[in-house]
């Protein structure tokens, strides 16, 4: 949608607090949808953030990965930007995630990092190359999946001496994960289609038909177990939970 006169491409959306509105993360903007009134608004405090490409919340503490840096808002003030250690102002924060033991984590290029609330900062972990991290994901058995631009897919061990495994790698840039509901597949969304691992195998896939052409950008689990996938200018294709 055309919002005051700019053309948004949307990167980022993630329900607020509230349980109501929604943040919507794009190029230009960091804008609140109300579906309410049907309308966006802007926060002055939060104008000078753009090309933002993820959030999370952390409480009631929002995260903010955007092309002008990695921000922590309480809602009140200012927003803090920070300014993470060997990382030059052309590098692009692309994913903040919050994982099952409640650490904020940032991917970057060539590292993950993760903050230390104790010393407001953080540590950095260092990816096997240098490739810049661009999905992230909590499998919920103390692993992070981490993705790159390059379509190497990492395990990063959260709990046991935080180390990377390669798991896999696809044929392109990767942007979202997602547990398939009732099974033991994991779905990789990347530019080059949508892929299945195995994880008991450890066998990858590519999906056959539409789903294996078009480049995948999101997944979302629905409250019934229904999994959406946006794709890019293919449209929202939806699957019905195991169950039903």
């Known amino acids: 949608k055309n919002i005051n006169g ?11 607090k509230d349980g109501r509105r929604i943040w919507v993360g794009s190029d230009s903007k960091l804008l609140l ?9 802007l926060d002055p ?22 092309g002008t840096g990695v921000f922590r808002w309480d809602g009140a003030g200012n927003p803090i930007k920070y300014d993470i250690e060997d990382v030059s102002d052309e590098v692009i924060a692309r994913a903040v995630v919050k994982d099952s033991d409640g650490h904020v984590l940032v991917g970057m290029e060539g590292a993950v990092y993760r903050y230390i609330p104790e010393s407001d900062d ?3 972990y260092a990816l096997p ?7 992230m994901y909590d499998s919920g058995d103390g692993k992070l999946l981490v993705g790159t631009y390059n379509g190497e897919v990492y395990s990063f ?15 392109s840039r990767i942007h979202d994960f997602q547990k398939e509901t009732g099974t033991r597949n994991l779905l ?21 038909g539409t789903l294996g052409r078009e480049s995948i950008y999101r997944f979302c689990v629905d409250r019934e177990g229904a999994l959406w996938v946006g ?9 019905q939970p195991n169950h039903k």
């Not at 939060?46 to 929002?62: A, H, K, P, R």
């Not at 990789?188 to 056959?208: F, H, K, N, P, Q």
């Open 188 to 208: 990789i969304g990347s530019d080059s289609g949508l892929y299945v691992y195995d994880e008991e195998d450890r066998t990858i896939s590519r999906a056959e």
């Open 6 to 16: 700019v053309n948004l491409k949307i990167d980022a959306l993630l329900p607020h």
């Open 45 to 66: 405090v939060l104008d000078g953030i753009t090309g933002v490409q993820s959030l999370c919340y952390d409480g009631e503490i929002l995260w903010i990965a955007a």
């Open 33 to 41: 949808f109300d579906p309410y009134e049907e309308s966006f608004y």
């Open 231 to 239: 794709t890019y200018f293919c449209g929202v294709f939806y699957k």
């Open 157 to 171: 061990s959260l709990n046991n001496g935080r180390t990377f495994k390669m798991l896999a790698c696809v044929d």
């Open 122 to 124: 953080f540590i950095r």
């Open 129 to 135: 190359s240098d490739n810049e991290v661009t999905a």
